[in-house]
């Protein structure tokens, strides 16, 4: 009996140990690099467009169907010239509406908010450029054309753009398409990817640039990542609660709530 439970005990710190060994490789599964492609708009083909700088925004808007992503469901968005767009899960919802700054204080002004990260900086359309986003049946396409803030000043102005572009699908799939990077003076840092706010875990694309003609995809969690009970695509200290309590269960074999 003793040997018994020495192995049993042994199997699961061995089963521990291999869950936070692949934690590590957990996010790069869930991105891929597709060949570039990108949906061309401009200012009369967009559903909605605009210009402006800080924290000009859509306000709560319908994406016209409902996905769920880091395992929650939204409807709704709001898209910022910042290069972030927070999804809502009703209309009722107030957006953070928060503008320029680091990606960190994005996050600290609304900790349990979930944004897709375009590429977060200090844009501005005022003078030149533009920002929007084409609704489908199947995908929402967020769409910038915009400088930043210190290339827009001080005069002369270079006007130097940056095209890039997010689409949500409603599979829970995102993709970056990054067309052109033409940036100058800009001292900060920009950054693409992922923030889940009700799992507070944030998904690093790309930081400190943007890529030129360059697309990269958001699947999701896959079958690899069974482990990965509250699909966010991170294995954690959660996931390992959930495991453990699993685990338990299932030691028990006449327990009718364990799961294979």
């Known amino acids: 009996m003793k040997k018994l439970k020495m192995t049993i005990k042994a199997i699961f710190v061995t089963s521990l140990v291999l869950l936070f060994a692949i934690s590590t490789s957990v996010q790069a599964s869930s991105f891929g690099e597709p060949s570039f492609e990108f949906e061309d708009y401009n200012a009369t083909t967009l559903d909605w467009v605009d210009s402006g700088k800080d924290n000009a925004n859509t306000g709560s808007t319908a994406l016209g ?23 809502l899960t009703d209309a009722g919802d107030t957006p953070t ?50 400088e930043t803030y210190q290339d827009q000043w001080p005069p002369p102005d270079p006007a130097e753009l940056n095209n890039f572009e997010v689409i949500l699908y409603d599979d829970g799939n995102v993709q970056w398409n990054f067309n052109s990077a033409q940036y100058e003076l800009f001292d900060q840092d920009f950054f693409s990817g992922l923030y889940f706010g009700n799992t507070q875990t944030l998904l ?57």
């Open 204 to 260: 690093e694309l790309a930081i400190y640039h943007i890529p030129q003609q360059k697309s990269y995809l958001y699947y999701g969690c896959d079958d690899r990542l069974s482990l990965d009970f509250n699909n966010d695509c991170i294995i954690d200290w959660a996931d390992l609660d959930n495991f453990g309590q699993q685990w338990l269960r299932c030691a028990e074999l006449n327990d009718p709530n364990c799961k294979p």
């Open 65 to 87: 169907f409902s996905v769920t992503i880091g395992g929650v469901t939204y409807s709704y968005f709001d898209m910022c010239i910042d290069g972030y767009i927070e999804l």
């Open 97 to 146: 509406g928060r503008g320029y700054g680091s990606i960190i204080q994005l996050i600290s002004a609304g900790p349990n908010t979930t944004y897709l990260l375009a590429a977060y900086g200090d844009f501005d359309t005022t003078t030149y450029g533009y920002y929007g986003y084409k609704l489908f049946p199947d995908r929402v396409v967020f769409y910038y054309n915009a």
